[in-house]
């Protein structure tokens, strides 16, 4: 008897069998074992042309670069939301979550958070369900609950499309389903409701 590992697709799942299999009779075959097959890393590989000469970065002037934020309501609290088209997923902080006292609930099948650059990603394994208040807007919303740098929470494609909210860079405005327009926060305006700890030395 020889053991050869095979790879399977059991209902959708990948899996790892080991079989026996006789020298003398080959079509009988044991099952010893049946494993998950965690998803193996995906490998990046890209090739740079080469550098022809150097370029000095621009300078972003007159809030060319400024990101359009507002605030929102979540269970009470005010949270400086980012408003983001490029974002597959509405999302919050865990310090928010807290300070807020946002039920989380951890989900049955973790997700990966997939950056802008290749390669960059991370896992969500926690989410909640809450009201989001914003101008015209008051409804219950998925969030998963994801390290946010700078912001409380990113309001990403999905809650922009069931809302019909559109981003007017040239006003710095948001804007529920043509009509109703909303200031974006200048820069240096909003602030997140949770800080930062210092710890000392």
Do not use: W
């Not at 989001?132 to 700078?150: C, E, M, P, Q, R």
């Not at 494609?157 to 804007?175: A, M, N």
């Amino acid at each position: 008897m020889s053991p050869t590992e095979m790879q399977d697709i059991l209902f959708g799942c990948a899996s790892t069998c080991t079989i026996s299999t006789c020298q003398t009779d080959r079509t009988r075959a044991a099952i010893r074992a049946i494993t998950d097959v965690e998803e193996p890393p995906r490998a990046y590989r890209y090739r740079m042309a080469k550098p022809i000469d150097t370029i000095t970065r621009p300078k972003r002037l007159d809030g060319e670069d400024l990101c359009l934020a507002a605030y929102v309501e979540m269970n009470g609290v005010r949270a400086y939301a980012l408003f983001d088209s490029g974002s597959t997923t509405d999302a919050v902080s865990p310090d928010f979550a807290r300070v807020a006292t946002l039920p989380v609930m951890k989900l049955d099948k973790p997700i990966t958070l997939q950056l802008g650059c290749s390669g960059s990603q991370s896992k969500i394994n926690f989410a909640t369900e809450t009201k989001i208040g914003f101008a015209s807007i008051s409804v219950d919303t998925y969030l998963d609950i994801a390290n946010l740098d700078k912001y409380d929470s990113i309001l990403g494609t999905p809650f922009l499309r069931k809302h019909g909210i559109s981003l007017d860079f040239e006003s710095q405005e948001i804007v529920i389903r043509g009509k109703l327009r909303i200031p974006a926060l200048l820069e240096g305006e909003g602030a997140s409701a949770t800080k930062p700890i210092r710890r000392g030395r």
